[in-house]
């Protein structure tokens, strides 16, 4: 079973009531799978018991600041854990796959606890393909052009595939278009976590039908589902797509 908890399910909008920005964790197998970090992640986990200690790594899909606002404070997290309650980390360290090396910098430096020993920090620049795999999960990265950039190694936002448990989860970084999923989702998968902080409702409706997506989470809320979930819930009911309109705190069993 692998359990998925939406910590943070807004876009980069100004604060809004009961919504953080993106944030997403899996838990298989034991191990704690972390997908960008929006503001307060780590206390909006630490509070719906996920196991910080127990992160395995932490994949982020670009460096702006609703995917990693909360990204100094998870680092300083996970080592204040281990320094003070004497909580070891599970394999003595974790891994980081960072889009964005140079600007990773400025983030350590607001996190020097990432030094102190006891459990390390393995930085990884992110690359198109496999860029993680255990005895139990595989990741995916692939790039798309939210950040507009082009180039053979220019590409600073990624999306991933998750495979585990012979299930496929996709989870969009935030994508130009949805059709830019296609090498990751393929013929189908098991589960889509798509943002709609660019694109209206119906789009990803239609292109989950057309993809053979089995189930649909909407995350990184933009303007459209912010104004009225009522009536993105009635264009999800009119497209037939078995979808969910995602809340701070969602805990979906896959
Ligand atoms: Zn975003």
């Known amino acids: 079973m692998i359990k998925l908890t939406i910590l943070g399910s ?8 009961g919504r953080h920005h993106e944030a997403v964790t899996f838990e298989i197998n034991g191990k704690v799978y972390w997908f960008d970090a929006g ?18 790594a932490i994949f982020l899909s670009h460096m702006h600041i609703d995917h990693i606002g909360g990204l100094a404070n998870l680092i300083f997290t996970i080592h204040k854990i281990n320094m003070m309650h004497k909580i070891p980390h599970i394999n003595d360290s974790y891994d980081i796959y960072v889009p ?36 139990d999960v595989r990741i995916t990265a692939l790039h798309n052009t939210h950040l507009k950039e082009t180039g053979e190694r220019g590409w600073h936002s990624y ?7 012979g299930k ?14 296609d ?33 649909l989470l909407f995350n990184h809320h933009g303007r459209e589902i912010l ?15 078995n979808a969910k309109i995602c809340n701070d705190g969602d805990v979906e069993l896959i």
């Open 10 to 17: 807004c876009s980069g909008t100004e604060p809004m009531p």
């Open 39 to 56: 503001e307060n992640c780590s206390h909006m986990a630490c509070s719906m018991g996920i196991d910080i200690s127990k992160i395995r």
């Open 100 to 135: 964005d090396p140079a600007k990773f910098e400025h983030i350590k430096a607001l996190s020097p606890t990432h030094r102190v020993k006891g459990v390390e920090m393995i930085e990884h620049e992110v690359r198109d393909g496999v860029v993680f795999e255990d005895e």
């Open 159 to 165: 999306s991933y595939l998750i495979e585990a448990e």
């Open 168 to 181: 496929r989860i996709v989870y969009s970084g935030d994508v130009g278009v949805p059709h830019e999923l």
């Open 183 to 215: 090498e990751l989702v393929r013929d189908g998968c098991d589960l889509l976590i798509h943002e709609t902080g660019h694109h209206p409702v119906s789009v990803v409706c239609a292109y989950a039908k057309s993809r053979n997506v089995k189930r």
């Open 227 to 241: 104004r009225s979930v009522e009536d993105a819930e009635k264009i999800i009911a009119e497209k037939q797509v």
